[in-house]
Every structure is written in C-alpha cells, then in structure tokens.
C-alpha cells in the first residue's frame, strides 16, 4: 500500500482532473484506487470491478448518478468527501478494523451512531426519541473522545441521530474542524438548516445531512406537524443551491410505503438534488409506539421489488436497511458494522435496539465493544441464515429476550423503560407471518415465478 501522503497527493491529482472533464478521466480515479487497495482479501477487488464496470457504461444509472454528483457538488467538498470516505473509512480504515478484530476478538464497528441530544423541536408519531425528552446531551469533550477512541479502532465515519442533532449544531461544526479526517452524515428533519449552518458545511467539507421525508405533504405534516414538510423543502433548495451533497431518509409503514416507493417521489428526490435515500422499515420500539404501523408481508415485500427496481434504473443511490441484509450479512449491529451511543453515554447494540450494559463515561470505547451484551451479538451473529430475517428484535424476537436476560442489559429509556418481553411481544406475530414470505423470497432468490420477478 502506498504512503497516507503520497495516496493523498495522488488522489487530489486525480480528482483535479476528473474536475476538468469527469467523463474523460473517471478512469484516472480508479487506477489510484487500485494502487491504494493493492491486493489481497481486504482489497475490495469485486467492488472495484463493479465500479470499473460503471464508469464503462454511460447509459446506466449509476453512471447517470456518478455524473450528477461531479456536476452538482463543490468539487473541495467532492474532494474532501472522497478522501474521508473511500480512503479513511474505506480503504485504509478497513484495515484497520479488521486488525482490530482479530487482535481483540470481538466486532469492531465501521461506523458509529451517537445521539448529541435528545432534544428535538418536533414530536414525530411512532418516533421514540421524544420519550427520552430534552434532558440528555453528549458534551462536546465527550463527542470528541467518542471519535478519538473510533479512530484509534479505524473508524472515521461516524452518524448523528437523536433527537435532533442540529440543535447541537455550533458543536457538530466544531467536531467537523477538529477531526477533518472523518466523514459525519446526520440524520436530520432539516427545519434546523438555515443559510448560516449550510455555508457551515462548504466551509467544513465533511458534514452530509440525511433528511427525514415521508413522502406527500400530507402523509409528512401528519407524522411530523404542519408546516414541516414546507421547511424540507425549503432546506433542499438551499443545500442544491450551495452545491451540498444530501441524502433523504424515510421510514417505511402500512401508511405510506407506497408514496414513498413511487416512480413519482423517486423523480422527485432526483429533482430535489438527493444523492441517496435510506429507507428504514418502522420499528414498534417505546410504550408509546404505534404497532399499526407495521407492515404486512404483502407490504414489505412490495418495498422489496419496489426499491430494488428503482436501484437499477434511477440515478440515485437507494438502500434498504431493512431488505439489504443479504449484502451484508445480516444483522450489522452489536458493533459487527456499527453500533449506537445515545445521550446519556449508553452504548447501545442498535439505534432500533435501547438495551445496554455499558456506559462511554464508565468505560472506554472497547470495553463496550468487549461487553457481555456486545459479545452476546458477536458470538450470534449472524440471528438468522435468512439474511430477509436478520433482526434478533423485528424477526428474531426469541433471540433478543434470550441476549438481554442473559446478560443483564437494562432498557436505557429512562423517562418509560421498556421491558424486552414487552418489545418482543409486538414483533412474535410480525415475525411469524413474514417468515413465510421472506424464505421464498431468500431461497428462490427472485428467480422463480411465485416471486413475481423473474
């Protein structure tokens, strides 16, 4: 492997010249890539080749996307983007990682969510985070040794969640200077982004908002207050004005899978200026959960075809965290790819998942890592070998109230704790009914024509 210098030097190069003409030199990007990831089983050879294959097709959507990414971004936003993503929390970081994990026996994450507060100025139904209420916050010193000790493990991307991050905003900019070596993605309901806070993010280079979406401006203002729906898109504007990378973020329900899922709200991400969009299948999670709003098997297999559809003939990048875990594995949680930290310091396994035996202001990163809960997933993992089934809460609610108990983890809601039977009992049903649909969708592997998708 090349130096961290030289690669750096030689990338810039390269992205000063895709700059010029994308189309032309796409190619010069990828031979440094090549250099930087050398050979061997973490040099992600098959995605090289994928990505080979892309740049060599002008007619894909993929291709399409690439492109409108050059157009569209700031290219020292591009650059950074580049950088810290591919190369710190890809590439070199991979590797470190995974060092990591044979050196300490237990997972080490690639990403890290962490919740700065649990405040939010809305009060979403079915959204947990408003339980919690506005009383906890990470502190800024607190934020930094999160990502300190990350890096010291090879992680450098690291996702806000909540509450609403933005309230925090002052020092998620500050944490965006310190660690320029990292990539940060927040999800946010984007009411908070203003002209100040995106000329911010030109300025820091490595902050990409997720903006919460569901859908029409009716089925959004329902969920998330009058108005808000106006104030997304508002801020939309102004981040594709500034040349801003963004995403959008939807959570999928019995109410509205199908606008969210349409041909029309894809066109209109692309529209808006939306690079990705990251649908989240709704998790009955708190006392106050609406369990109605789970979806049928007919339903979640509809959103199955539906996004792996448009994955193939829309210029935007869309991922599934619900329906994707057969490009994964199956569940990520538990520190295997990722885990969660909310605002009172408990490190969760998951953001869906408020269970913990461990505190980032009682232990050090790795020692949460090294937890029994954490172990638990590690020497489980994976919950199901139908990775349409990976959840140990959603579809493998037996294995959840088994991790918990056997380990001691306390629910970490602290206004209204929630029992793991309690939980677990929304999803026995939900879990029961959908396995029949999920193992012909694994096992045919959509080829048959009971799959409608041959």
């Known amino acids: 492997m090349l130096s961290k210098n030289l690669t750096k030097f030689g990338l810039n190069t ?10 032309k030199n796409m190619n010069k990007i990828m031979d440094w890539v090549d250099k930087i990831a050398g050979e061997g089983p973490n040099s992600f050879e098959s995605h090289r080749k994928i990505i080979r294959s892309i740049i060599e097709d002008p007619q894909s959507n993929w291709y399409k996307l690439i ?9 020292d936003v591009l650059k950074t983007i580049f950088t810290n993503f591919f190369l710190n929390a890809g590439i070199i970081g991979w590797q470190t990682q995974q060092e990591c994990r044979k050196k300490y026996n237990c997972n080490i994450p690639w990403a890290i ?16 985070a408003a339980e919690y209420g506005n009383k906890l916050n990470l502190s800024y010193d607190e934020i930094d040794s999160i990502i300190t000790q990350g890096k010291e493990l090879g992680v450098h991307l690291y996702i806000y969640t909540g509450g609403e991050p933005l309230v925090r905003k002052d020092d998620l900019i ?3 200077e310190k660690h320029s070596d990292c990539i940060f993605l927040s999800f946010t309901n984007a009411t908070l982004i203003d002209e100040k806070f995106a000329n911010e993010m030109l300025r820091v280079k490595n902050f990409i908002p997720a903006i919460s979406v569901e ?3 009716e089925s959004h203002d329902k969920r998330r207050g009058h108005g808000s729906y106006e104030k997304v898109v508002d801020a939309m504007k102004l981040l594709k004005s500034k040349k801003l990378p963004f995403g959008i973020s939807c959570c999928y329900t019995s109410e509205n899978y199908i606008s969210i899922s349409s041909e029309e709200f894809y066109d209109q991400m692309i529209e808006w200026g939306a690079s990705f969009v990251w ?15 789970l979806l049928t098997p007919e339903q979640r297999e509809y959103m199955y075809h539906q996004i792996r559809k448009f994955r193939q003939t829309k210029d935007i990048f869309g991922m599934d965290f619900q329906n994707d875990g057969e490009f994964v594995g199956g569940c990520i949680a538990g520190g295997r790819r990722y885990l969660h930290i909310n605002a009172n310091g408990d490190a969760d396994p998951c953001v869906f998942i408020h269970y913990s035996d461990s505190n980032i202001r009682e232990k050090t990163l790795l020692e949460c890592l090294q937890s029994p809960l954490f172990m638990a997933y590690h020497d489980n993992q994976p919950f199901n070998d139908n990775h349409l089934r ?3 809460m959603l579809e493998n609610p037996e294995s959840l109230r088994k991790l918990v108990k056997q380990t001691g983890a306390k629910s970490t809601d602290l206004e209204s704790p929630e029992t793991v039977d309690h ?7 939900y879990a029961k009914e959908w396995k029949e649909t999920a193992d012909k969708l694994w096992y045919c592997n959509g080829k048959c024509n009971e799959c409608g998708n041959n």
């Open 279 to 293: 649908y989240f299948h709704y998790m009955p999670v708190g006392n106050d959960a609406a369990p109605q709003l």
């Open 174 to 176: 500050k944490i965006c």
């Open 14 to 23: 390269a992205l000063s010249y895709i700059e010029k003409n994308p189309e």
């Open 113 to 128: 969510l962490l919740d700065p507060t649990s405040a939010c100025n809305l009060h979403c139904t079915g959204c947990w």
């Open 423 to 429: 939980l677990c009992g929304k999803c026995d049903v």
């Open 67 to 75: 492109m409108r990414i050059f157009r569209d971004t700031d290219p």
């Open 390 to 392: 990976p959840c140990p």
């Open 215 to 217: 859908g029409s401006t």
